[in-house]
């Protein structure tokens, strides 16, 4: 196998089942005997975590600040774990990463794309995930499932359109990049969810084991 790690991130709107499936993804890696680091956005190191509660907390950000925000986390949560992680042959599996920066402010907060490709590329120098899980489900199942969960932080207590334009986003995202980003249809049965993502996880630890 090569000596770098693999990047893969799941994402998707509220209560598409990420958590689930990303102790999933890791079971299914580790059985191969690869080592994984989960990991979520934002968040993940101390700095990204603190800067988390302020973004899920009541504060009324801007949308522009929000956004500066979230890279600021993203910009330490690379730094400090992601890349170093890599570089030691370790997978690395993120509950989200710059897909939702694309879609919850680009789509939900309608800023301009252009601005998010701008920090992308000036903070990330080139990283992008090496395979991204989309589950994607009807805006309503994953509120009521959010809901039902209690679970009612700042984003998951946004409107029906915005999440709307969230998910019409992220579909757009993988429309753009089909190789990168695999559609996941997230209202299907847990099983025939897991199957999906299992092929897509094989895939990848083939084309790396060469
Ligand atoms: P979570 O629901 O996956 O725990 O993430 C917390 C919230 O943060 C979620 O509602 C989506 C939001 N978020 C953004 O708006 N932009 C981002 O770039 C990231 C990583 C998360």
């Known amino acids: 196998m090569s000596k770098r790690g693999r990047f893969i991130t799941l994402e998707g709107g509220e209560g ?9 993804v890791r079971r299914f890696l580790e059985a191969w005997g690869i080592e994984v680091v989960t990991t979520r956005e934002p968040g993940g190191v101390a700095v990204a975590e ?3 509660e302020l973004l899920v907390g009541k ?3 801007l949308p522009e600040a929000e956004l500066l925000l979230l890279f600021a986390a ?10 170093p992680a890599l570089a030691q042959g370790k997978w690395v599996v993120s ?14 907060r309608e800023l301009p794309w252009q601005r998010i490709r701008y920090l992308e590329d ?13 589950l994607d489900a009807p805006v309503e199942v994953g509120l009521a499932r959010a809901r039902a ?4 932080n700042r984003f998951e207590a946004e409107t029906q359109a915005f999440m709307q334009r969230v998910r019409r986003a992220y579909l757009s995202l993988w ?5 990168r980003i695999k559609r996941i249809d997230a209202s299907q049965p847990l099983l025939q969810v897991q199957l999906e993502i299992a092929g897509h996880l094989k895939a990848l630890v083939e084309r790396a084991r060469g």
């Open 50 to 52: 603190r800067l988390r």
């Open 149 to 152: 969960r209690g679970e009612t």
């Open 74 to 83: 993203r910009f330490h949560h690379v730094r400090e774990l992601i890349l």
């Open 122 to 134: 000036w903070l990330l120098a080139g990283l992008k995930p090496d395979l991204t899980l989309l």
């Open 16 to 24: 598409v089942g990420k958590t689930t499936n990303l102790a999933y």
């Open 175 to 179: 429309q753009q990049e089909p190789d």
């Open 95 to 108: 509950d989200r990463f710059t897909d939702a920066s694309y879609a919850y402010q680009g789509g939900g």
């Open 59 to 61: 504060e009324p950000w």
